[in-house]
């Protein structure tokens, strides 16, 4: 056997990981800040020395990348297995240090006792100090081996981190932020839904209680997987922490036979030194050179108008066409036509499953609509919801049997739905060949809105075995076989706005409903949630109706289409309410959007910290010669004048000219600053640190500035 390395050390530009191959099985000794030639393996390894304390071990079991039971670890097990022998107590020992590259590095540890093989994968991205990491178990006993819990990589983390922040929510009101201090015991979000979910999104960030969003230590972890998952963030006893993350299985769901494996999805990890709008950055930089396609990245976003909130379910083609042509003339650039088009879907109560055209609807098809929208300079866009069925349908009357259940128990009802057991391979060939059929019909469909409007209630396939695991994969390969066949048409994940997006699902599509709300005040926070760890240009963003349908809250059109603004853009509504006013705000602001898109989609997001009176944020190009910068009012503040807004982003010593570019009729009770400022130049030093003192306005007010270095 090839002599093992004492340690492994992956640079990025931001931050170094050094795994140390001393113990009998690796372990994270450092990650953080980028170490310079000075600091050395040794001297950390020596600084983190610890002793034996009273009545406890002497020599503590490590926090390896998966942490052991049967190695003496009484913290969570990265590995939870049985092979009804003695499995369960698995160890292993370090065998194999493979490095692929600069990069990339494989650790394979081999449990000869029990048979079983343990390989973790690390790949430190060199631009975006993004840590991919994932865990594979092999099975390389005769026995069956039951696998209850496969988490990826553990993560340590340093004893300065003492703030838990989470993602959680519900429909239409996702990505909220809770933040909790760090406790002895563990921090534990399970999701069992079946789908990413709404409520709980499999991410968390851990930080000091120094850091903001523009200086500090701080820590994202993010599991790119679309099924149920478990986070989990302990504070051991003797003062150790570390975050786990990891698929959450259901009893009896995985079984591996002789030589098979299981991989868990991959873990997202990046560090920042400099606060969470740098993390967010290193994250949006990922995701922008890693996970999105080429051809959808190197093309500009399309302004989207969707029927959805405009018609529900009353298709018309007369209406759809002048539709086109009004939102056409607004400078929208694709047409989606969402929920309604197919076999006898009035409603959400039935026809779910037969993904045909309504020929009572659509007597000569979607030929002439599809024709009538692209004679208007748009694209055309087509809902599916392909994994659900209505009991009222063709499919399900003929196929009662292709719907997960769990045999004695009564389905709950669901919005009138049922899951389609994807673990099947009949329902995977017969949903490839209906949407395929329409793809080929219909060659001019650009995109597809996949949605998926239920939890997993009762997830058991054909064979009465738990089908989450599969059904995930499953949704994948049958998304990825469309886009192989069908490789210019776009897939945007919806489940209901924001229940599944995460790094898996994006890794097979091009855009994410970021939340089935369109109500500017909600959006504002939803969408910042979001930012964390996702970029603009995947998160759909609409300008929806002037009394939102979900909250009723009565929103003016400059603040509706000023939170759009920094998204992939789009409309949502009926447009023959819009008053000539708000045609003529609309088309100046999809022409603004345009303009500055590729800004928007590209550069550096920074966030101002949170405070109670308004939601304020810039994206600067990285070279920091442009930037855009948001001012969004959403309560009165408690003085006569509201604090100064500091353009934080900017370089010192770069001079920029100053320009408000919306709304572009701005009524102001009296003078204020932007008469002063407005085309003048100033440097980036006294935008940043003094500041510009903002006018008093009404709650509901929208501001967003222009810089350009002179």
């Known amino acids: 056997m090839s002599q093992l390395p004492s340690f492994v050390q992956l640079n990025s530009r931001k931050a170094s990981l050094i795994v140390d191959c001393l113990t009998k099985t690796p372990s994270i000794l450092y990650w953080g800040k980028v170490l310079s030639v000075a600091s050395s393996v040794e001297m950390i390894r020596h600084l983190s020395t610890r002793q034996e304390v009273k009545c406890a071990v002497v020599v503590e079991a490590p926090i390896s990348l998966s942490p052991l039971n049967g190695q003496g670890f009484t913290g969570a097990p990265g590995i939870e297995i049985n092979n009804h022998d003695n499995a369960w107590s698995l160890g292993g020992e370090l065998t194999k240090v493979n490095q692929c590259n600069e990069q990339t590095v494989e650790f394979v540890s081999v449990d000869q006792i029990r048979k079983i093989e343990v390989v973790h994968t690390l790949h430190l991205d060199k631009q975006s100090s993004v840590l991919t990491a994932s865990t594979r178990i092999v099975n390389l006993a005769v026995k069956p081996l039951d696998v209850h819990w496969c988490a990826a990589p553990t993560i340590p983390v340093p004893d300065s981190i003492n703030k838990i922040l989470s993602f959680e929510g519900r429909w239409s009101n996702e990505f909220l932020r809770n933040e909790v201090d760090l406790f002895m015991g563990s921090f534990l979000r399970e999701n069992r839904k079946g789908k990413t979910s709404h409520d709980n999104f499999p991410g968390v960030v851990l930080h000091d209680d120094k850091t903001d969003e523009h200086s500090g230590n701080c820590y994202g972890f993010h599991l790119g997987w679309s099924g149920n998952h478990r986070t989990r963030v302990e504070h051991l006893p003797e003062g150790r922490n570390y975050a786990q993350l990891g698929e959450l ?17 991959n873990l997202y990890v990046s560090f920042s030194d400099s606060g ?13 050179s890693n996970l999105l396609r080429p051809e959808v990245k190197n093309k500009p976003r399309p302004i989207h108008f969707n029927t959805w909130e405009g018609l529900y379910f009353d298709h018309d083609m007369d209406t759809l066409k002048s539709l086109a042509q009004q939102v056409s003339q607004l400078g929208v650039e694709r047409f989606v036509l969402d929920d309604g088009w197919f076999n006898g879907r009035r409603g959400d109560a039935a026809g779910l499953g037969d993904w045909y055209v309504d020929k009572d609807i659509y007597p000569d098809g979607l030929g002439p609509l ?4 692209n004679d208007q300079g748009l694209e055309f866009g087509l809902w599916f919801e392909p994994e659900m069925v209505n009991p009222d349908s063709d499919l399900y009357r003929k196929h009662p049997e292709w719907a997960l259940a769990t045999e004695g128990n009564e389905q709950l009802e669901f919005r009138n739905q049922l899951v389609l057991d994807l673990t099947n391979s009949a329902v995977i060939d017969y949903l490839f060949k209906v949407i395929d059929d329409i793809l080929i019909e219909y060659p001019k469909i650009m995109y597809i809105k996949w949605d998926n409007n239920r939890d997993y209630n009762h997830p058991g396939n054909l064979l009465g075995r738990p089908a989450i695991h599969q059904q995930t994969l499953a949704f994948y390969k049958l998304v990825e076989s469309l886009k192989a066949k069908h490789p210019h048409v776009e897939i945007e994940s919806c489940a209901s706005g924001g229940g599944r997006v995460d790094y898996g699902v994006l890794s097979h599509t091009d855009r994410v409903w970021t939340s089935d709300s369109n109500d500017a005040l909600d ?15 995947v998160m759909g963003a609409h300008v929806g109706p002037r009394d939102c349908h979900i909250t009723g809250r009565h929103i003016s059109i400059e603040m509706r289409a000023a939170v759009s603004f920094f998204g992939h853009m789009g409309i949502e509504m009926d447009p023959r309410e819009l008053t000539d006013h708000e045609i003529t705000a609309l088309s100046e602001i999809i022409s603004l959007h345009k303009k500055h898109r590729q800004l928007i989609h590209s550069g550096d997001l920074v966030r101002m910290n949170e405070n109670k009176f308004s939601v304020d944020f810039g994206i600067v190009k990285q070279d920091k010669s442009h930037a855009l910068f948001a001012y969004n009012s959403v309560n009165e503040v408690k003085r006569t004048n509201p604090d100064k807004y500091r353009f934080i982003g900017l370089d010192d010593d770069k001079s920029y ?21 407005e085309g003048q130049t100033f440097s980036g030093e006294v935008l940043k640190q003094f500041g510009m003192q903002l006018p008093a306005f009404f709650p509901q007010t929208s501001l967003i500035f222009e810089l350009k270095q002179v």
């Open 249 to 265: 299985l259901m009893p009896g769901e995985l079984t591996l036979g002789h030589g098979e494996s299981y991989q868990s999805p």
């Open 276 to 288: 969470l709008s740098e993390l967010s950055q290193n994250f949006h930089q990922f995701v922008r």
């Open 370 to 373: 599809i024709d009538h929208v």
């Open 523 to 537: 959006r504002l926070s939803i969408q910042r949630g979001c930012s964390f760890f996702f970029p603009a240009e």
């Open 657 to 677: 000219q100053l320009n408000l570019i919306w709304p572009t009729d701005l009524k102001e009770f009296s003078p204020s600053v932007l008469a002063k400022v």
